[in-house]
């Protein structure tokens, strides 16, 4: 099949089914068993026959192999993505244009995760089947793929987690995931035994599988390149109201160190276009040194403004000071805290942190009338 999006139902029996294009019935572990009149997991590139042990995941690793669709997905006869709430739950399930909708802004469709509260998702799992399931593929992970190795020993230690094995993903995304998947399960299989496991346990890799779906690479320490807005907005903390601030990222890639040229290394850069919104505050420190506080507003687009604290030194402190509210402003600069001491008392003070721009560069600009 080649589609815009396939979404498989995995069912082992006849039921009632979405209309919806999008979904595609398949009847799972297929191989011997009456065709029920949906698409078999047996055809093509399969492993159809590992059904009782990998469950719906033998649909999954059919829509890898055999499936060129530009989105990939996985439900089941019983559960499904929900656009609304509705008492007729056929008339909720989410429809092509809602998930085409979601996936203009996301490249994965996960469920809610489950929440465990008093439990890990390690001690949940040891409780209801065998601890040794989870040990082999911590052993495996940490041989094969020691980038994931952190993630999966903190995913153990959450108390939440994603399961069902249902998801929609962007091909990319799908077919990298079902890789990493199945080369892990695969290699699990051949060194657990489970042949004095119930027929319950015994779909050993079917349970595994949903505790890997949160795992992933083990980020920290690592260069990223990031681009998108600095935004403000304002949190209520009592009788008071406290500027937060935040990167919006629309765009960002993980970078090697030699990938950076040199002049660039140093890439905190930001450019501000916006308008004095209160009489900047000129004033020197304890050790002479000039600077300015201006709260510069950046309108949006979508009909609101980011109020964005910045802070500049010498003369362009001394420039900033005689600005008027309502002034026009080009900024260069880049994102910075700054630790400071506050007094709030006769003898009292306290250490606070500021997040600001630290101004490099500021121009006046000459609004048309």
């Given at each position: 099949?080649n589609?815009?999006i ?18 595609i ?5 297929s191989q ?17 026959d ?18 060129n ?12 993505f929900?656009?609304?709430k ?15 909708g ?26 209801a ?21 952190g993630?999966?020993?903190?995913s153990?230690?959450?108390t ?8 929609i993903?962007?091909?990319?995304y799908?077919?990298e995931?079902?890789?990493?998947l199945f080369?892990?399960?695969?290699e ?23 505790r ?17 807005q ?5 949190r ?17 890639r ?11 290394s140093k ?7 916006g ?10 420190t ?13 309108n ?20 900033a ?29 306290e ?19």
């Amino acid at each position: 099949m080649n589609k815009d999006i396939s979404v498989i139902i995995a069912a082992h029996k006849k039921y009632k089914m979405p209309e919806d294009g999008m979904y595609i019935p398949m009847q799972v572990g297929s191989q011997g068993k009456p065709d029920i009149g949906y698409i078999r997991d047996n055809t093509g590139d399969n492993i159809s026959d590992k059904n009782r042990n990998f469950c719906e995941l033998t649909g999954m690793y059919w829509l890898w192999k055999n499936d060129n669709s530009n989105v990939k997905g996985l439900v089941h006869y019983r559960r499904y993505f929900l656009e609304k709430k509705c008492k007729d739950k056929w008339e909720a399930i989410a429809s092509k244009d809602y998930i085409e909708g979601i996936l203009k802004d996301y490249d994965i469709i996960l469920p809610k995760m489950r929440n465990y509260y008093i439990e890990t998702n390690y001690s949940q799992y040891i409780h209801a089947h065998h601890k040794i399931d989870l040990d082999l593929t911590r052993e495996i992970i940490a041989e094969k793929y020691s980038e994931y190795f952190g993630a999966y020993d903190k995913s153990m230690k959450m108390t939440k987690g994603h399961r069902f094995n249902m998801m929609i993903m962007k091909k990319k995304y799908f077919d990298e995931y079902c890789e990493w998947l199945f080369d892990i399960l695969f290699e699990l299989e051949k060194r657990l035994d489970i042949s004095g496991y119930s027929d319950y346990d015994a779909r050993v890799f079917g349970f595994v599988s949903e505790r890997l779906l949160d795992v992933t690479k083990y980020y920290r320490g690592r260069k990223i390149e990031v681009s998108g807005q600095f935004r403000s907005y304002n949190r209520h903390e009592g009788v008071k109201n406290k500027l937060v601030l935040s990167i919006f990222v629309r765009e960002l890639r993980f970078i090697e160190d030699d990938e950076v040229p040199e002049e660039q290394s140093k890439s905190n850069q930001i450019f501000l276009d916006g308008y004095v919104c209160k009489p900047p505050i000129y004033r020197k420190t304890p050790l002479g040194r000039e600077i300015a506080d201006i709260l510069v507003a950046v309108n949006r687009p979508y009909g609101k403004s980011d109020y964005i604290p910045c802070i500049a030194w010498g003369r362009n402190a001394r420039f900033a000071g005689g600005l008027e509210v309502g002034s026009h402003l080009q900024i260069c600069g880049r994102v910075q805290s700054r630790e400071y001491t506050k007094k709030i008392g006769e003898e009292e003070v306290e250490k606070r942190v500021a997040y600001e721009v630290s101004v490099s560069k500021i121009d006046l600009v000459e609004d048309e009338e």
